[in-house]
């Protein structure tokens, strides 16, 4: 049974249960967060970028990858400042709240949550692919919905568990690409890459490929909502973030470029395993290198599923202790310090997400909600900038140039999305419209001052 204690806040006596008490813990180092930046990730290299090579062919998904890179790069660089001022578990919400106020706290929180809740869905189902591809008396939606569960259940164990865990099969998936690269690089023909049509769908086809080329990087910024439980956040999400986008920024050329040097890219441009399978075109259907492969490729898959669920859950914490969410859902075990509600929930959303069974459906409306959440955050760096110039800032960007390149080619990303994927649009919106309900109707009536959470007075919420 649950002990409780009397507190007094503000002048009023008040009862907390433990798990109303609990708080996260400073265990994490820079290895873990570079390992989370990358896990977050990693999924990207083993499926869902190949549907770029449908809409925009091996150079349109090149040409889109190469602005994905430079806004990603400079994005990250930006990100840092505002996660190393203000390490906070919340991450965009705290940012944007600091900044623009408590709607765009709440706005910005909302389409981070859109990211992390439809990302792992998308991932899922990969996995099911790629069991199914081993074990093909296994039903994808079985295997979807198992490994769903199992990855909740291990992130409840504690972020101690859940980073350690991380790290090993992030370190997995990381030999998994290199042997990839090694088996392919032999097989690399460059006229499979140079092609004609160089771009089948022109112009269009290198808009429609820009989610797929953000899917190479998608999350990398959930490693920020670590950072209350980072050892020295000031110093360390710095050093974790900027490794991590170097490894990755590596990864996605070279995984790009060596698999349509190797195989028909018709082959694998809608299918959710397409490493193996652009192996089996060369070492042949069953081989041992198709089949290693595919077995690696779900350490891959694993540590982005695991990762994003761990964004997702301390998103949804954040949002609930600010009092933007329902309050349980800030309820942390007072056993193994983790958010229970805030794993729960999502994620039975996400699984009836991945029911749906539509990966490409389900990739695009992360993306949306992952480039609105960047254009938010980089206003909100223009404007801290302004408002509150003394704020200590432990890592600065070169400013104003780089975040201005970062939000010009961020209005890029979301042009084309709108773009290219109309029939998704309205999907999106209608998630917008009912958080935007749900705000003025519950959402804007318990939330707490910025002193409470910072120990500082916030000015904005006087």
Known sequence: MESSRVETVNGVIQHKKDGERANLSRVLKPIHLWALAVGLVISGNYFGWSYGFAVGGVMGLALALIPVTIFYVTFILSYSELATAIPHAGGPSAYARRALGK??????????????????????????????NMFPGIEIMTATVVAFLLFIFINYWGMKVSATFELIVTIVALIGLVIYWGLALPHFELSRVMAEPLLPNGFSGVMAAVPFAIWFYLAIEGGAMSAEEMVNPQKDISIGFLSGMVTLMVMAFLTLFLTAG?????????????????????????????????????????????????????????????GYLPKFLAYVDPKHHTPVWALIIPGIIGLGAALTGLTNVVIIIAVFGSVAMYLISLVSLFVLRVKEPELKRPFKVSYPVVPLISFL???????????ASSEVVPWVLAVYGLAIVYYYIWGNKNIRPFEEEFGVLDELDK
């Not at 706290?105 to 859109?114: A, D, F, P, R, T």
């Not at 890219?265 to 070492?283: C, E, N, T």
């Not at 080619?409 to 773009?419: D, G, K, N, P």
Request: hydrophobic share 55%; charged share 10%; aromatic share 16%.
């Open 262 to 322: 190797i195989t028909d890219v018709k082959l694998i441009d809608s299918v959710d395993f397409p490493l193996p399978l652009a192996l089996s075109s060369v070492y042949g259907e069953g081989s041992f290198s198709a089949m290693l492969m595919n077995f690696i490729g779900l350490f891959g898959l694993i540590a982005s599923l695991h990762g994003i669920i761990v964004g997702y859950s301390r998103q949804t914490y954040a949002m609930a202790r600010t």
């Open 409 to 419: 080619i961020a209005i890029f990303c979301l042009v084309s999305l709108f773009y």
């Open 103 to 132: 709607f765009w706290g709440y706005m910005n929180g909302v389409s981070c949550l859109i990211e992390f809740v439809f990302a792992p869905p998308a991932i899922a189902l990969a996995v099911g692919g790629y069991i199914h």
